[in-house]
């Protein structure tokens, strides 16, 4: 199986600050993962997909990077309504696995 | 608008059998891979099973031999059928669809979750 290891488990920080979320494969994935934010409560919510195409919807302060084993999370401007776990996910073998979770809170 | 609606979560003994369902509008189950995903309290998420739009299916090795995936395109339903569940198993339960999963291998819609906890 696929290991997907995220960091950091958590991070905080302020409206406006630039927060960066990374993901490891413990194998090449080449461009298969998913990145998603869940906030309490509610169901993952898709932001990018193939490492970097931003979803449908989603804002342009989230961008995604890497290929291989690593990959990148960036949210540009940290807004209130960012504050969330997010996750990252592999496509590119059976089972699909999901990382830890970095959770983003306010500083 | 693509809607997915869980329903069938509840409190089953361990050992026990439950049946998920997962309603989908505004779109053609049969043809989306559809999958189940969990998240134990307090948890992260864990993929369960996929179906393709061909048919085939995939399960998490936790789950299989235990967990079914189906679906009634008659009803445009999913389904995940779960047997000897164990209180490990318990978690909330959502569906996701992942439209054009082969080029792009992520979930785009979610339902709202349905809660399963088995009791020891």
């Known amino acids: 199986d696929i290991q997907m290891t995220q960091s950091p488990s958590s991070v905080s920080a302020s409206v406006g600050d630039r927060v960066t979320i990374t993901c490891r494969a413990s194998q090449g994935i080449s461009r298969w993962l998913a990145w998603y934010q869940q906030k309490p409560g509610k169901a993952p919510k898709l932001l990018i997909y193939a490492a970097s195409s931003l979803q449908s919807g989603v804002p342009s302060r989230f961008s995604g990077s890497g290929s291989g084993t690593d990959f990148t999370l960036i949210i540009s401007s940290l807004q209130p309504e960012d504050f969330a776990t997010y996750y990252c996910?592999?496509?590119?073998?059976?089972?699909?696995?999901f990382g830890g979770g970095t959770k983003v809170e306010i500083k | 608008e693509v809607q997915l609606v869980e329903s069938g979560g509840g409190l089953v003994q361990r050992g026990g059998s439950l049946r998920l369902s997962c309603a989908a509008s505004?779109?053609?189950?049969?043809?989306?891979?559809m999958s189940w995903v969990r998240q134990a309290p307090g948890k992260g998420l864990e993929w369960v099973s996929i179906v393709y739009s061909g048919g085939g299916t995939y399960y998490a090795d936790s789950v299989k031999g235990r967990f079914t995936i189906s679906r009634d395109n008659s009803k445009n339903t999913l389904y995940l059928q779960m047997n000897s569940l164990r209180a490990e198993d318990t978690a909330v339960y959502y569906c996701a669809r992942a439209e054009d999963y082969d080029s792009r291998g992520a979930f785009d819609s979610w339902g709202q979750g349905a809660l399963v906890t088995v009791s020891s």
């Open positions: 996910q592999q496509a590119n073998s059976f089972p699909l696995t």
């Open positions: 505004g779109f053609t189950v049969s043809s989306n891979y």
